[in-house]
């Protein structure tokens, strides 16, 4: 397994990030350099969500995991690997930290993760904080 992850810690309230982050997964909300996500059913557990990432082709995911303001996780099948990304918000004094992380398994994990992991978590540092940029103006204006 090849793993990635960022973590960073927001003063706002977790219903405040959940919110964006819930926004931009069922298709409401963009914003440059967000992935464009196309939900093929309730924001669930369960449910096929058509990805596509700047200037990339659209893939399918599928939510494996999702506590309402606590984790959500969507996982893509390219052949015999398997790309998990999830988000975590735990409660902090003074805020919310979040962590985006990227797990990569299967039988090729070990070849891939090292060349492909970088290309897809490198920006997890600008992605969160253009979510907490969203999250903010959701709560100050929504």
Do not use: C
């Given at each position: 397994m090849w793993t990635n992850e960022y973590t960073a810690t927001s003063p706002l309230p977790a219903q405040a990030i959940w919110n964006a982050l819930k926004a931009l997964h069922e298709g409401r909300l963009t914003y440059e350099g967000s992935d464009t996500f196309v939900l093929h059913g309730?924001?669930?557990?369960?449910?096929?969500?058509?990805?596509?990432?700047v200037g990339q082709d659209t893939f399918e995911s599928?939510?494996?995991d999702?506590?309402?303001n606590v984790t959500y996780a969507d996982e893509t099948?390219?052949?015999d690997t398997k790309l998990l990304f999830r988000h975590t918000l735990v409660p902090v004094e003074g805020g919310t930290q979040v962590?985006?992380?990227?797990?990569?398994?299967?039988?090729?994990?070990?070849?891939v993760g090292p060349e492909l992991g970088p290309?897809?978590?490198?920006d997890f540092d600008v992605s969160m904080a253009k979510l907490?940029?969203?999250?903010?103006a959701l709560a100050n204006h929504g």
């Amino acid at each position: 397994m090849w793993t990635n992850e960022y973590t960073a810690t927001s003063p706002l309230p977790a219903q405040a990030i959940w919110n964006a982050l819930k926004a931009l997964h069922e298709g409401r909300l963009t914003y440059e350099g967000s992935d464009t996500f196309v939900l093929h059913g309730p924001f669930a557990k369960g449910t096929r969500v058509s990805v596509t990432p700047v200037g990339q082709d659209t893939f399918e995911s599928t939510i494996v995991d999702l506590v309402e303001n606590v984790t959500y996780a969507d996982e893509t099948s390219f052949g015999d690997t398997k790309l998990l990304f999830r988000h975590t918000l735990v409660p902090v004094e003074g805020g919310t930290q979040v962590t985006h992380r990227l797990d990569i398994s299967g039988p090729s994990a070990a070849e891939v993760g090292p060349e492909l992991g970088p290309q897809i978590s490198g920006d997890f540092d600008v992605s969160m904080a253009k979510l907490f940029e969203q999250a903010e103006a959701l709560a100050n204006h929504g």
